[in-house]
């Protein structure tokens, strides 16, 4: 049973194009939602990290947006480039837990 | 080094083999965590350190898998008669305590033949 789960598992952008990854849960503990940014050969790098008080998030052209209601949240890239292309993964954390339930990833390329 | 340091960066064992992979945190990283990522998968969970103290470990798969931090530094995992299964990244990440950021080396990529 998986916990977290995400969609699309993989997605094609053009240059410039707005990409939007999805996830979805469960359990109603979770209380802090991280996305992770992973490139071939090389291990998850923490992207943007949202808690269930607030409804979204922006750093730069990253965006979490989170709907506590639908226990769902998403990550939108903005002007998505070529170097933003790597594996993204979505994770949730119980409140007081130190172990992130990650979901299967999704694969984002972006075309120049 | 400014980040965690695994070794070694791919490993190929015979079914039945011992391996042992190594994890080098930041220093001063109080929080080791030991993750297995199945290919085209997240990460799964195996084990926390606190220092030198296995806090929990209950996400090894079984009894064939080991670990340990004697110094509270360095930490090593171990997998005894390996099988088919096994084979995955081994990815280790460090947090300077245990619910801040975690921050991941570039795993092993163990293949089990």
């Known amino acids: 049973q998986q916990q977290v789960k995400q969609s699309p598992q993989s997605l094609i952008v053009q240059k410039g194009g707005i990409s939007i990854i999805n996830c979805a849960y469960e359990?109603?503990?979770?209380?802090?939602f991280p996305w992770y940014q992973q490139f071939p050969g090389k291990g998850p790098a923490l992207l943007i990290a949202?808690?269930?008080?607030?409804s979204e998030k922006k750093e730069g052209r990253f965006t979490i947006s989170f709907n506590k209601s639908a226990k769902q949240f998403s990550l939108h890239i903005m002007d998505s480039q070529p170097g933003d292309s790597a594996t993204y993964f979505c994770?949730?954390?119980?409140?007081?837990?130190?172990?992130?339930?990650f979901g299967r990833g999704t694969s984002l390329i972006v075309h120049p | 080094g400014a980040g965690v340091s695994q070794s070694p960066r791919y490993k190929v064992a015979k079914r039945g083999q011992d391996v042992a992979l190594r994890c080098d945190p930041i220093?001063?990283?109080?929080?080791l965590f030991w993750y297995q990522q199945a290919l085209g998968q997240g990460p799964e969970f195996l084990t926390y350190f606190q220092n030198e103290a296995q806090l929990d470990k209950s996400g090894l798969p079984s009894d064939r898998f080991f670990a340990e931090r004697p110094e509270g530094s360095v930490s090593t995992l171990k997998i005894q008669r390996t099988q088919q299964e096994d084979s995955a990244v081994y990815l280790c990440?460090?947090?300077?305590?245990?619910?801040?950021?975690?921050?991941f080396g570039d795993g092993t990529r163990l293949s089990i033949l």
């Open positions: 994770a949730a954390r119980e409140g007081g837990s130190y172990i992130p339930t």
């Open positions: 220093s001063g990283h109080v929080s």
């Open positions: 990440a460090s947090s300077l305590v245990r619910n801040q950021p975690q921050h």
């Open positions: 949202i808690r269930p008080d607030v």
């Open positions: 359990n109603t503990a979770f209380d802090y």
